[in-house]
């Protein structure tokens, strides 16, 4: 995901308010959808009086834009950050998938991740909010798609690796096991999850030598 350029080192008072606010906002989104969250909903949560809330959200449309771009930058800097150094390649490809799956797994919010339940819940209503939730998990999408390619460029996966469709059943993996998880309350679903991307990938290693 497409990291917001302030971060949480350099933020002024009243962004630290207004985070604290969008943390909330993103709790109530993943439990019960962006269209469950209205100021007067997260006013009493936040225990903010709505006119408080209008100061840094003009409408219900600002507010869930404002939490899908929070959700990112925690995404960011829970995965994309962390990741950053590690050795380019597959090596960085597994680290940004298990910390992916960390963050799904042992999600702080409710609802678990707020961009699964928001993709299910937006996918068929055209906006504003749908199209901003595209392209941010189009994003990420396209951050392990790029890394899958140097892979393949560095040799470590096979020439012949389709890597539009290892990042789509990377990916489907994932989704599987958070609604394996949400819905049926299966703890091993994310082991599985594990298990399947690490047997993919050897499939597609040059050397056959596990990751």
Known sequence: MKASPTTLKSISHGNKIRLEILRVSTDIAS???LEGLTIGRLAK?????????FAHFGSKE??????????ALTFAEQIIEPTANVE???KRLVAMLEAWIQSVE????RGGCLFFSASAEMDDRPGKVRDLLAE?????????????????RLGELRED???ELLIFQIHGFVQEANWFYRLHNEKRA??????SIDQILRFLRTGGEKI
Not at 62 to 71: K, S, V, Y
Not at 190 to 195: C, I, P
């Open 31 to 33: 439990a019960e959808g």
């Open 136 to 152: 941010l998990t189009e994003s990420w999408v396209i951050a392990l798609n790029n890394e899958a390619k140097l892979a393949v």
């Open 62 to 71: 600002d507010l869930q834009l404002a939490t899908l771009e929070a959700a």
């Open 88 to 90: 380019p390649g597959v």
């Open 106 to 109: 042992k999600s702080n919010y």
């Open 45 to 53: 949560d936040a225990g903010m009086s709505k006119s408080g809330l």
């Open 161 to 163: 690796c389709n890597v």
């Open 190 to 195: 994310f082991d599985w999850a594990r298990k």
